[in-house]
C-alpha cells in the first residue's frame, strides 16, 4: 500500500489526531514531518540502548569504523556531516569507554587511524542485537519494498546537500 491508498486517519499526524491541535501549513511541510519521525525513532532508540549508554551517533561512528578499520577522524566527519570538533568528541568518548583505539599511521606521522578494540566489538555486537529489534518495530509498518523505496527517497534528499550539518543533541 503506498500513502496514496492509505485510509485518511493512517496519513493524519500524530501531532493533530492526538492532541487535536491544528496543524495548518506544517501539514504540508516535509521538514516537520521528517523532524517528527526522527523524535519517534530516536526516542525508541533511547529506550532500546539504555542499558548501553550508546547515542546513535556513537553507534554510527562504531559501526563505521568497524567497517573501514583505520578511517581517520576527518573521514568518519565528512561520511556523518559532521564538523571535526564534534566527531573528536565522540571518538573521545568512545575511546574512553575502551571501545575504539587511535593509532598512528605507519604511512603519514600527521594522521591518527581508528580502530575498534575487543571491548568495541563486544558493545558493537550486543548494540547491532538491540538495534535490530529497534529497527523491525519500524520496518514492520512497512514491506520490503516500501522501506527500500524511503530509503531512496531519503538518500535523494541528503544526497543533495553540501552544508556540514548542525548537532542537534549535544554531539
Do not use: W
Not at 546513535?56 to 567497517?67: G, M, S, W
Amino acid at each position: 500500500m503506498n500513502s496514496f491508498d492509505a485510509p485518511q486517519d493512517a496519513q493524519a499526524s500524530p501531532s493533530s489526531s492526538s492532541t487535536g491541535v491544528k496543524l495548518g501549513e506544517l501539514e504540508n511541510i516535509l521538514g516537520f514531518h521528517l523532524r517528527l519521525a526522527n523524535v519517534a525513532v530516536f526516542q525508541d532508540y533511547q529506550v532500546t540502548m539504555a542499558g548501553l549508554s550508546l547515542t546513535p551517533k556513537q553507534f554510527a561512528v562504531l559501526e563505521l569504523i568497524e567497517t573501514n578499520p583505520g578511517a581517520s577522524q576527518i573521514d568518519l566527519a565528512n561520511c556523518l556531516r559532521m564538523d571535526k570538533a564534534s566527531m573528536m568528541a565522540l571518538v573521545n568518548k568512545l575511546e574512553g569507554r575502551n571501545a575504539i583505539e587511535r593509532r598512528q599511521s605507519e604511512n603519514d606521522r600527521r594522521r591518527q587511524e581508528l580502530f575498534v578494540t575487543e571491548d568495541g566489538l563486544a558493545l558493537a555486537n550486543t548494540a547491532r542485537n538491540l538495534r535490530a529489534a529497534h529497527e523491525a518495530r519500524f520496518k514492520d509498518r512497512f514491506s520490503e519494498d516500501e522501506v527500500a523505496q524511503l530509503v531512496s527517497y531519503l538518500r535523494r534528499i541528503y544526497a543533495s546537500t553540501t552544508t556540514a550539518l548542525l548537532d542537534d543533541d549535544g554531539e
